[in-house]
Nanobody, 117 residues
Framework: QVQLVESGGDLVQPGGSLRLSCAAS????????MGWYRQAPGKQREFVTHIFSGGNTNYADSVKGRFAISRDNAKNTVYLQMNSLKPEDTAAYYC???????????WGQGTQVTVSS
């Protein structure tokens, strides 16, 4: 079992920045992959980014060049740095983790990001 707790969501103006955190209940050093999805009202949950245990990352085209994911194994935490935020980034952001490629995904409760002037 992996428990995940997100934080850092807020109301921010267009062009602003936020950093989301996802704290895991135990060591993340051996976790296969951790990442972020988001869900806007009335829309399906969509992939944002993920980072593998070896450090490789992938990003959705909509956030490439603006968002950056990182992991701090010493703090059992994954971060999502979001820059140049746009109103269309408004969504609930969910952290997830998988211990192996074939294992189930664990999810956090979500943190709300609202981009508005």
């Amino acid at each position: 079992q992996v428990q995940l707790v997100e934080s850092g969501g807020d109301l921010v103006q267009p062009g602003g920045s936020l950093r989301l955190s996802c704290a895991a209940s135990g060591s993340i050093s051996s976790i296969y992959v951790m990442g972020w999805y988001r869900q806007a009202p009335g829309k399906q949950r969509e992939f944002v980014t993920h980072i593998f245990s070896g450090g490789n990352t992938n990003y959705a085209d909509s956030v490439k060049g603006r968002f950056a994911i990182s992991r701090d194994n010493a703090k059992n935490t994954v971060y999502l740095q979001m820059n140049s935020l746009k109103p269309e980034d408004t969504a609930a952001y969910y952290c997830y983790a998988k211990r192996t490629a074939l294992s189930q995904a664990y999810w956090g409760q979500g943190t709300q990001v609202t981009v508005s002037s």
